[in-house]
């Protein structure tokens, strides 16, 4: 459910179009609808400019493009254009991508708005739900009513708790060290695949519990595939009824992994056995009025806790894995600290020890600073919002950017300089509240952080205790920002077993 954010990163971008338009079925039946989109976009600016007199609206940077507006040059490059529009318009500024107008608020102050906001004012569900709805189902997370979803978020939260992770590091630990054993003695590898590959083992472990895990096998990996493939641009701009092939994919990889659940939710119920994990949690849960989940619901929250964690995580640990890569030094000093919190000997890891980690704790909180998975959370305004002497009327897609706030530079000291040290000073922000928010904030604030924490610092714990790790040839990659969440590019890693 948080992956869509991150798709402004793209929308527009030349791929988007040949991704839309590339099947021929598709570009019959989105031609026409393009045209009356556009349309319907001109006819709506126009009526955009008949501002109320006494409205002031945030600057709007035009452009000489209808419709696609400022997709492609943002597509190309999003934090670059969001940090130059700063530094001419200020903290709040609208453009308009793909007929809709966004406004960021920009800087930890702005950001409040978005972040104290009630979600009758600044909605996210109308933002996400044509996305997640076909991927979880019907009946969990943006397809209820927000107050419902609380609720929802409160459950899940309940199974995300300090006796279930203890359990969750020694799982992880060995998931990670059999995963890991196909890599041999040596040599260059695909760092980012690899990890996402082993968080889809380690999640289904500890947040479907074993049973699910048990028929992990290729052809279910395939299903998350596809279902996965779900989250494209495509799927957030056009109607959910066109036949497109990767929307009758989503659809049927959602039956099939549905069914799987279903069968195990059944034979935990009929089994009388009580595990203690994630699923019976939500077997056991009731809403306030005292109605129980039903199997579709549990399956549904089942999915979106997998794939909310999913690419979060699994980007996440490459990037902390290239900047480990980049400074050797670093690098040694964290595999000390295993050795200084557990002992010579490296014995297995356990929840205590991993939380005394703070060297590695400091590295992956700077990874998420330079490298936040999300790059853009996003609301659509219901009702006129006055922020910074400006009204940003309903109807625009309001958005905030952990990207942008993490690296302003009258906040952040040497603010592109992986530098995780900076921790231990007081105020490394200087105190602005929201100028660090990789997982959010207010009443959409992320569950997982302290799952993903554990899962990140487990991972790399184990890692850092098999390999040393190298740049090749001293290439640190890229940014893609043509992926809903900014991957690594070419990530490839190199790599050698410690002795
Ligand atoms: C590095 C890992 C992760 C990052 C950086 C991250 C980031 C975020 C962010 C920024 C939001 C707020 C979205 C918004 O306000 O629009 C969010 C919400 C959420 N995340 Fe995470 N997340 C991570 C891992 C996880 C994991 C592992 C889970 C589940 C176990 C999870 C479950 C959720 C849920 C349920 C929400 C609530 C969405 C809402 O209320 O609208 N996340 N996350």
Not at 26 to 32: D, S
Not at 136 to 160: I, N, S
Request: charged share 20%; hydrophobic share 40%; proline share 6%.
């Amino acid at each position: 459910m948080v992956l869509l954010p991150a798709m402004l990163s793209v929308l527009g971008s030349g791929a988007v179009v040949e991704q839309v338009l590339g099947d021929g079925l598709a570009t019959r039946v989105l031609l026409p609808c393009v045209f009356l989109l556009a349309v319907a976009y001109v006819s709506k600016r126009a009526l955009q400019h008949l501002q109320p007199a006494e409205a002031k609206y945030p600057p709007y940077i035009s452009s000489p493009i209808p419709f696609l507006g400022h997709a492609v040059a943002f597509g190309k490059s999003p934090v670059e254009f969001l940090e130059n529009a700063y530094e001419k318009y200020g903290p709040v500024f609208s453009f308009t991508m793909v007929g809709k107008t966004f406004t960021y608020l920009l800087g930890s102050d702005s950001a409040a708005l978005l972040f104290n906001s009630k979600n009758e004012d600044l909605n996210a569900e109308e933002v996400y739900s044509r996305l997640t709805t076909p991927v979880f189902g019907k009946g969990v997370a943006y397809d209820v009513p927000h107050p419902v979803f609380l609720e929802q978020k409160k459950m899940l939260k309940t199974g995300l708790n300090i006796a279930q992770f203890k359990g969750h590091v020694h799982a992880i630990e060995e998931e990670t060290k059999t995963y890991f054993e196909r890599w041999g003695e040596s040599g260059e590898r695909n760092l980012f695949e690899a990890l996402s590959e082993l968080i889809i083992l380690t999640a289904s472990h500890c947040l479907h519990g074993k049973e699910i895990r048990g028929q992990l096998n290729e052809k279910v990996a395939e299903l998350y595939a596809d279902l996965d493939a779900g989250f494209t641009h495509a799927a957030w701009l056009l109607p959910g009824w066109l036949p497109l092939p990767s929307f009758r994919r989503r659809d049927r990889a959602h039956k099939e992994i549905k069914k799987i659940f279903y069968k195990v939710i059944q034979a935990r119920r009929r089994s009388g056995v009580r595990d203690d994990d994630m699923l019976q949690t939500l077997i056991d849960a009731t809403y306030k009025d005292g109605r129980a989940l039903t199997d579709d619901e549990i399956a549904g929250m089942l999915l979106g806790l997998l794939l909310a964690g999913q690419h979060t995580s699994s980007t996440t640990s490459a990037w902390l894995g290239f900047f480990l890569a980049q400074d050797r030094s670093l690098q040694e000093e964290c595999y000390a600290e295993q050795k200084a919190v557990c002992g010579e000997d490296l014995p297995p890891l356990s929840y205590d020890q991993l939380k005394d980690m703070n060297i590695l704790d400091r590295c992956l909180k700077e990874t998420l600073r330079l490298r936040p998975p999300i790059m853009t959370m996003m609301r659509l305004a219901k009702t006129p919002q006055a922020i910074e002497g400006y009204t940003i009327p309903p109807g625009h897609q309001v958005c905030v950017s952990p990207t942008v706030n993490h690296r302003l530079k009258d906040i952040w000291m040497d603010h592109s300089t992986f530098n995780p040290n900076r921790y231990l000073q007081e105020n490394p922000a200087a105190g602005e509240k929201f100028a660090y928010v990789p997982f959010g904030a207010g009443r959409h604030r992320c569950i997982g952080e302290n799952f993903a924490y554990i899962q990140i610092k487990t991972i790399w714990s184990t890692l850092l205790r098999l390999f040393e790790f190298d740049l090749v040839d001293g290439y640190f990659p890229t940014i893609n920002y043509t992926t809903m969440i900014h991957t690594p590019n070419n990530p490839v890693i190199r790599y050698k077993r410690r002795a």
